[in-house]
């Protein structure tokens, strides 16, 4: 075990070292405050694994181990994690508000009430149903065009009262 005279040599030792990791620190990164965030996120690691340093070897090439591996570990974290991005998901409500759905239904439901039976019946046939236009134009009993002018007609109407295009 090591006594605490050698553990304070150490940090002392630690305290004259800290501009050369300064330095040594602007070989990874550019920007000051990142230069002094990876040397007290080195000083921090090296302090809290003193026990772990072997006296007689040097310390300055342990730090600057300490601070490689520092560097690297955040420089792979941060290629995982996308940062700034412009849609960010926490911006976006999970779920529309129910209102205008509500709103823009009601508005629906109201233009297809107002159709003509006719209209109505070929509505519900072809694009309710799914069904062809020749299935439809045998249940209505017209030819197959009056059912293609209908479901026509119906789009652009459906359109026109619901504010879509049309």
């Given at each position: 075990?090591?006594?605490?005279?050698?553990?304070?040599?150490v940090q002392?030792?630690?305290?004259?070292?800290?501009?050369?990791?300064?330095n040594f620190a602007t070989r990874f990164v550019r920007d000051r405050n990142e230069v002094d965030?990876?040397?007290?996120?080195?000083?921090?690691?090296?302090?809290?694994?003193i026990d772990k340093f072997q006296p007689g070897t040097r310390l300055r090439s342990?730090?600057?181990t300490i601070m490689r591996n520092t560097f690297?570990?955040?420089?792979?974290?941060?290629?995982?994690?996308?940062?700034?991005?412009?849609d960010c998901v926490s911006l976006c409500a999970s779920v529309p508000p129910a209102q205008e759905w509500s709103i823009r239904m009601k508005e629906f439901s109201d233009a297809v009430a107002s159709l003509s039976p006719d209209h109505r019946r070929a509505f519900d046939i072809v694009l309710m149903d799914g069904e062809t236009y020749e299935?439809?134009?045998?249940?209505?009993g017209c030819p197959v065009g009056t059912i293609k002018?209908?479901?026509?007609?119906?789009r652009l109407a459906l359109a026109q009262q619901t504010g879509g295009v049309g």
């Amino acid at each position: 075990m090591k006594s605490t005279e050698t553990d304070d040599a150490v940090q002392a030792e630690m305290v004259r070292i800290i501009p050369i990791l300064r330095n040594f620190a602007t070989r990874f990164v550019r920007d000051r405050n990142e230069v002094d965030d990876l040397v007290q996120e080195t000083l921090a690691r090296s302090l809290a694994n003193i026990d772990k340093f072997q006296p007689g070897t040097r310390l300055r090439s342990w730090m600057f181990t300490i601070m490689r591996n520092t560097f690297c570990t955040r420089y792979h974290r941060g290629r995982r994690e996308i940062s700034g991005i412009d849609d960010c998901v926490s911006l976006c409500a999970s779920v529309p508000p129910a209102q205008e759905w509500s709103i823009r239904m009601k508005e629906f439901s109201d233009a297809v009430a107002s159709l003509s039976p006719d209209h109505r019946r070929a509505f519900d046939i072809v694009l309710m149903d799914g069904e062809t236009y020749e299935t439809a134009a045998s249940r209505c009993g017209c030819p197959v065009g009056t059912i293609k002018s209908r479901v026509n007609r119906i789009r652009l109407a459906l359109a026109q009262q619901t504010g879509g295009v049309g």
